[in-house]
């Protein structure tokens, strides 16, 4: 049974940061692009960034560009976002999820997905 966990979330004020986790199970991580996506409250789930099988490339939605860092530990089977220079409306529930069919900024395209971490940013 595949699972993705999240974690790192939590109320944090404009400007600051936070490192979430998600941690896969049940899967052969490697061969599994990731991604990050995110849903704000009355707003349709989005792209946030997204990251190769190896971790050599990646892609980020213009709106984190520059702030968010997406990155993996395929040994530990674990994708990080660490996210800086926070904004309110970085507001939402974040989701990690798997794709076998490679990196994509998709929702659709998605395998598998978590059940995110609440990220709340105060301002």
């Known amino acids: 049974q595949v699972q993705l966990v999240e974690s790192g979330g939590g109320l944090v004020q404009a400007g600051g940061s936070l490192r979430l986790s998600c941690a896969a199970s049940g899967l052969t991580f490697s061969r599994y692009a990731m991604g990050w996506f995110r849903q704000a409250p009355g707003k349709e789930r989005e792209f946030v960034a997204a990251?190769?099988?190896?971790?050599?490339?990646?892609n980020y939605a213009d709106s984190v560009k520059g702030r968010f860092t997406i990155s993996r530990d395929n040994a530990e089977n674990t994708v990080y976002l660490q996210m800086n220079s926070l904004k309110p409306e970085d507001t939402a529930l974040y989701y990690c999820a798997a794709n076998y069919g490679g990196m994509t900024t998709h929702s659709d395209a998605m395998d598998y997905w978590g059940k995110g971490t609440l990220v709340t940013v105060s301002s």
């Open positions: 990251l190769s099988r190896s971790g050599t490339n990646t």
